[in-house]
T-cell receptor
Framework: DAKTTQPPSMDCAEGRAANLPCNHS???????VYWYRQIHSQGPQYIIH???NNETNEMASLIITEDRKSSTLILPHATLRDTAVYYC?????????????FGAGTRLFVKA | GAVVSQHPSRVICKSGTSVKIECRSL??????MFWYRQFPKQSLMLMAT?????????EQGVEKDKFLINHASLTLSTLTVTSAHPEDSSFYIC?????????????FGPGTRLLVL
């Protein structure tokens, strides 16, 4: 079973920031938080990951709470092409050998 | 990021035939690859873990004799769906594990859409 909980869907206006929450209250100390997204009929795309510090790259920012029980993926300026299913994954050496187990994800709709 | 390819991108076959799907890591070596299956409007379901030079490890409920996995090199894993039936029609996706620089990341292929008639 997936170790994360995400809202099933969210809407966001084009050009605005999209903030996607994820709960992972049972995360272990050596497990990382990864975010992927899947655009329709394509393979998942890696976005970002982190352990305990906030992270930023060219695609997004990842904010992890101090207790590591939840995180938020931020797309700073959402575009129509960001419409996709976003998956929050917890993974580490104890997760069955770094297996990636997908939950239902959050379906993000970016609207013009 | 790293690139993972799959071939073919889509395949249509008759019931009872076997289909082989290739997964390649193009710019890194992957001792571990994973195979997933995704039905319409559902999430990805892990089928098996493919380890270079050893037998694959299958998830509960996945028939190892039906879904043959071979990981003969550090850049190639193959999934063969044997005696395919219409219920095997699905989107098959692989991922490859990259452990460069002490950071573990997994990159996914574009998927192979299988339709069994």
């Amino acid at each position: 079973d997936a170790k994360t909980t995400q809202p099933p869907s969210m809407d966001c206006a084009e050009g605005r920031a999209a903030n996607l929450p994820c709960n992972h209250s049972t995360i272990s100390g050596n497990e990382y938080v990864y975010w992927y997204r899947q655009i329709h009929s394509q393979g998942p795309q890696y976005i970002i990951h982190g352990l305990k510090n906030n992270e930023t790259n060219e695609m997004a920012s990842l904010i992890i709470t101090e207790d590591r029980k939840s995180s938020t993926l931020i797309l700073p300026h959402a575009t129509l092409r960001d419409t996709a299913v976003y998956y929050c994954i917890v993974r580490g050496p104890n997760t069955g050998g770094f297996k990636t187990i997908f939950g239902a994800g959050t379906r993000l709709f970016v609207k013009a | 990021g790293a690139v993972v390819s799959q071939h073919p991108s889509r395949v249509i076959c008759k019931s009872g035939t076997s289909v082989k799907i290739e997964c390649r890591s193009l710019d890194f070596q992957a001792t571990t690859m994973f195979w997933y299956r995704q039905f319409p409007k559902q999430s990805l379901m892990l089928m098996a873990t493919s380890n270079e030079g050893s037998k694959a490890t299958y998830e509960q409920g996945v028939e190892k004799d039906k879904f043959l996995i071979n990981h003969a090199s550090l850049t190639l894993s193959t999934l063969t769906v044997t005696s395919a039936h219409p219920e095997d029609s699905s989107f098959y996706i692989c991922s490859a594990r990259d452990y460069g620089g002490g950071v573990e990341t997994q990159y996914f292929g574009p998927g192979t859409r299988l339709l069994v008639l």
